[in-house]
C-alpha cells in the first residue's frame, strides 16, 4: 500500500550528528501517522520517535531534546534528525507509516538503515 525507503544511515563518532531520511509512495493518502523505529542487536524493536498526520510529535525519553522528527509533504519524505549521538543509538533505524485504523499498528515499513555510533 505504502513504499517506505530509507537513506541517511553510517559510521559517526560520539557527539555527531546524522539526519535519516525516508521516501513514501503509493497511497500516502491512507496514511494516519509516521514514525521511526530501531532495533539494536539482542533487543527489541522500539519507538523512537513519531508525527502524526496533524503534525504532532512524541518521541522516546532516551532521544527527547536530540532527535527531531519532521516531514516534507511536498515531496512525501520523512526525516529524523539525530544530534549528539550515543553509542547506545547503534541500531537499525526503520521508517514505518500507519494505515490501520488501529493507533499504534504500522503496517508498512522500510528496509531499514544501519546507524553506528562509535569511536
Known amino acids: 500500500q505504502v513504499q517506505l525507503v530509507e537513506s541517511g544511515g553510517g559510521l559517526v563518532q560520539p557527539g555527531g550528528s546524522l539526519r535519516l531520511s525516508c521516501a513514501a509512495s503509493?497511497?500516502?493518502?491512507?496514511?494516519?501517522?509516521m514514525g521511526w523505529y530501531r532495533q539494536a542487536p539482542g533487543k527489541q524493536r522500539e519507538l523512537v520517535a513519531r508525527?502524526?498526520?496533524?503534525?504532532?510529535?512524541n518521541y522516546a525519553d532516551s532521544v527527547e531534546g536530540r532527535f527531531t522528527i519532521s516531514r516534507d509533504t511536498s515531496n512525501n519524505t520523512l526525516y529524523l534528525q539525530m544530534n549528539s549521538l550515543k553509542p547506545e543509538d547503534t541500531a537499525v533505524y526503520y521508517c514505518?507509516?500507519?494505515?490501520?485504523?488501529?493507533?499504534?499498528?504500522?503496517?508498512?515499513w522500510g528496509q531499514g538503515t544501519q546507524v553506528t555510533v562509535s569511536s
Open positions: 503509493g497511497r500516502i493518502f491512507r496514511v494516519y501517522d
Open positions: 508525527i502524526t498526520r496533524g503534525g504532532s510529535t
Open positions: 514505518a507509516a500507519r494505515t490501520s485504523t488501529i493507533a499504534g499498528r504500522y503496517d508498512n
